[in-house]
């Protein structure tokens, strides 16, 4: 299978096999909202898990720094 053009209804199609969970419940509530719009619906999923995402994973990795020895807390500016 090439990776060609595709029209947005082929990919509302596909989509949603690569969808799992929380995720797959959400794009199909948003699918009955937004008539399935593609360029709406790739925004939205953007904002509503990369966005996310990315905070929760700052989040993370800053509880999980650990002053080493001989380090200066400076280094973490």
Known sequence: MGTGFRIATEW????????????????????????????????????EFFVKNIYQNIILKLSQLKQGALELVRKYK
């Open 12 to 47: 509302l199609n596909f989509l949603p096999e690569f969808l799992e969970g929380t995720t797959s419940l959400w794009f199909e509530q948003y699918m009955e909202k937004l008539k399935g719009s593609w360029i709406n619906i790739t925004k939205a999923i953007v904002k």
